[in-house]
Every structure is written in C-alpha cells, then in structure tokens.
C-alpha cells in the first residue's frame, strides 16, 4: 500500500536519530529538492546491460553520497563492515551499522519510490555493490552523462 507513491514500508533499518527535519542544514533540504529525480544510486557505474545497473559506492570517513531516488528494484551489499547516517524524504535520519558482506533487497511496486542520501559517520571507508534491475514495475530513471 503506498502514500503519495512514497514506499510506505521503509526498508531501513539502523537508530532512529531524529524526526521531522530537526538538524537537517538548509543546504541538505535544498540538496533534496535538486536531486529529487537523480538516479544515480551510486558514485560510479560499474556495468550497464539490459538487465541490470552495477552501481559502486566509496565514501571516505565524513564524506556523503548526495540525495537520489530510487525506483528500480536492487539490492545492495555492503563490502567492508561501517557505519553511515542517512536521511530520507519523510524527514528521519538514522545511524546504521553494517557487516561485511551483509546484503538486503528492496522491491518497489509502480509509482513508488525512495529518496535519501548516505554519510559515512565511521572511522573505516565504506564500500558498497548496488544493482538496480531494470526490468523493474517502473522504468529506469535517466543518468546526467
């Protein structure tokens, strides 16, 4: 079930840090409005085929992959064991923790979708495997060249 095409059901796991928007600086809201259709789900595309986006992820201790949306079914899987903060379109931003190796998938039905960004609030780089099925219920979001 979803409302207003947000994915209701947030796949997100970690500690809930704060709601409502409270410690977001102007330039993270503004950041969220620009990047609002941005498909890039990573910092370098790996592969492109018709199937499947292979997307990567590399974020140094206190760097952030900007705000982007995700409307493909994907999963992703974390290389080395970190820590990042996230916030999402709701207003949230949680702490998560990840294990080497952990993977976890996300489906979203037609006209769904999530938006968030990722910082790296550990003290090791986190790396992560991303790939977004393109044979999804929506169609692929188009990548800036």
């Known amino acids: 079930m979803t409302m207003n095409n947000f994915l209701t059901d947030l796949p997100l796991a970690g500690v809930l840090i704060a709601t409502d928007f409270e410690g977001w600086s102007d330039e993270v809201k503004a950041e969220f409005d620009t990047h609002a259709f941005d498909g890039a789900v990573g910092s370098r595309l790996l592969s492109e085929t ?54 976890r998938y996300f489906h979203f039905g037609k006209g769904e979708y999530l938006l968030h960004d990722i910082e790296n609030v550990g003290e090791t780089e986190l790396i992560f495997t991303t790939v977004e099925h393109l044979d999804s219920d929506n169609a692929p979001l188009d990548l800036e060249s």
């Not at 999963?75 to 702490?95: C, E, L, P, V």
């Open 50 to 103: 018709p199937r499947a986006r292979i997307w990567e992820i590399r974020l140094q201790p206190g760097e952030r992959w900007h705000a982007h949306r995700h409307v493909l079914d994907y999963f992703w899987t974390a290389i080395n064991a970190g820590t990042s903060r996230q916030h999402t379109f709701d207003g949230t931003t949680r702490d998560v923790s990840y294990g080497a190796g952990e993977t």
